[in-house]
């Protein structure tokens, strides 16, 4: 008997909020993945992680593989144990790296053969393999091998790769196995072409996953065009199982992809933008590079009750931010992750009380509104 399971509880329009239940516990959804790449999230503590409201975190095959290796993370007990986190985890196939190692790569229907970039060693990653690291990493929720379509793309190079990614969705499902407690996701392509995202939505649907991914996206497109895409394609997967926008993204595409159908969203930028300088608030993006921080005793976002805002002003963060040390990573990636926490229980909240609509004019006010200095 499969202990995953997915149960919608409220919808607005297309919106949904939900949960997502797995042996290792609960997502709510619509819900934000914190991204741990290499087995961390970068300047961060995994109970800090785990304090912002996070229920899962997602971690990377391609950059495991190579190092310290699946093999490796397995025999110290698992990548939750290895990396002290004890919540569920996503990996992802390890495909969408291997596609950007442009000269890098060999691409057939078996796989993909690559060198690494960290030493140039020799891998051959297929379906089936990438099934056997992520069993290894002990993943909650393992993503099928696909391959990212590039864009843009002809509609014959688009239709190519998408059926080749079915061919590989197959594959994965039939080495994947009767793994009860672990779920596999499925994930849908065809560029921006709307019946090649049909012909995909199908093919997932006969094979069977527990959940299905829009896959494709935030590869270049603009957000008009990945709006587009997300006018139909959710409404094309199962209504009964989640929908992972992967690689999502801004807090305007979220707030957009949840108002379209979509429960679960991954993106590096929380923790790049902390290690670059800026902050996300509700009054939108907040360069502490800017010199106009540096006699600014407010914190950050004057709403917000993460540790950085309720501790440290923001002429401090520009301190530390010039100076390079590292107290400015933690604390400006412990707010953005903050803050994409709380983007999510309020999405979640308005759509339970019937009040999306509203939710998301303030959003998008405030945010136009924008940072207002203070001077003197």
Not at 4 to 22: D, E, N, P, Y
Not at 251 to 266: H, L, S, T, Y
Request: proline residues 5%.
């Amino acid at each position: 008997m499969k202990n995953v399971s997915f149960k919608v509880h409220q919808t607005q329009g297309k919106a949904r909020t939900g949960v997502l239940h797995t042996p290792r516990g609960d997502i709510r959804t619509p819900a934000f993945m914190p991204v741990g790449t290499a087995a961390t999230v970068k300047a961060m503590m995994p109970e800090s992680v785990a304090a912002t409201g996070a229920d899962i975190l997602l971690g990377n095959t391609y950059h495991l593989m190579l190092r310290p290796t699946a093999e490796r993370i397995e025999r110290l007990g698992g990548l939750h144990k290895f990396m002290n986190w004890d919540k569920p985890i996503l990996t992802d196939s390890g495909g969408f790296q291997v596609m950007s190692l442009t000269g890098l790569r060999k691409l057939t229907e078996a796989g993909v053969k690559f060198k690494s970039h960290i030493d140039g060693s020799e891998h051959n990653l297929t379906p089936e393999r990438s099934m056997e690291i992520q069993r290894m990493l002990g993943s909650d929720i393992v993503m099928c091998f696909d391959e990212c379509t590039p864009y843009p793309a002809t509609e014959e190079v688009a239709t190519d790769s998408m059926r080749m990614s079915m061919r590989w969705a197959q594959r994965s499902k039939d080495a994947f196995g009767d793994r009860p407690d672990h779920a596999l996701f499925g994930i849908q392509q065809g560029s921006t072409i709307p019946h090649l995202r049909q012909e995909s939505a199908d093919a997932l649907k006969d094979i069977g996953f527990d959940g299905y991914a829009i896959g494709g996206l935030a590869v270049g497109e603009g957000q008009e065009a990945m709006f587009d895409v997300l006018d139909y394609a959710p409404g094309m997967l199962p209504e009964d199982k989640p929908r992972y926008l992967m690689g999502v993204g801004k807090p305007d595409d979220i707030v957009g992809a949840v108002q379209r159908g979509v429960d679960m969203f991954d993106c590096v930028l929380p923790s790049r933008s902390g290690r670059t300088g800026q902050a996300q608030t509700r009054m939108g993006a907040v360069n502490m590079r800017n010199a106009r921080h540096m006699d600014d005793p407010r914190p950050l976002d004057e709403e917000c009750a993460c540790p950085t805002c309720q501790n440290y002003s923001r002429a401090y963060l520009h301190h530390v931010h010039k100076a390079n040390e590292i107290i400015a990573s933690m604390l400006l990636t412990w707010h953005n992750l903050h803050y994409y926490q709380e983007l999510m229980q309020g999405l979640r909240a308005a759509i339970a009380s019937g009040t999306l609509d509203d939710f998301v004019a303030a959003f998008h006010t405030r945010r136009a509104i924008g940072d207002i200095p203070v001077y003197g």
